[in-house]
């Protein structure tokens, strides 16, 4: 399968699992995966959450933030990974002066 950014749907949520400010992203989902494409404005975050029955993986594009990993700030940039497993908790927030882009996939 091959995708096109411009053809998936764009959803802005506000407050994103408790963050701050918008969250907006091009998101794929079928039975199994989602895979996303994601933007937060400078100050924006995805609240904490814990991942009960999937894995994440984040790979950040663009700008500087923060990733809360299970208790621990741990600073990250563009071309960082950061990896959730199942049974683990994390938040991001854009700690940068511009957008922080990032590209996602949860797994089941």
């Known amino acids: 399968m091959v995708f096109d950014k411009s053809k998936l749907e764009k959803s802005v949520i506000k407050n ?3 963050g701050k400010k918008d969250f907006t992203a091009n998101i794929y989902e079928d039975a ?3 895979m996303l494409l994601g933007k937060l404005e400078p100050g924006a975050s995805i609240g904490l ?3 009960e029955t999937d894995s994440e993986i984040i790979y950040i594009i663009k700008g500087d933030g923060t990733v809360c990993y ?3 700030n741990i600073p990250v940039c563009a071309s960082q990974f950061h990896y959730c497993p199942k049974g683990h908790s994390h938040s991001l927030i ?3 002066n511009e957008f922080l882009e990032f590209f996602a996939v949860v797994t089941k």
Do not use: A, I, L
């Open 16 to 18: 994103f699992k408790g």
């Open 32 to 34: 199994e995966n989602k």
């Open 49 to 51: 959450h814990k991942h």
């Open 70 to 72: 299970d208790g621990e």
């Open 94 to 96: 854009n700690t940068g």
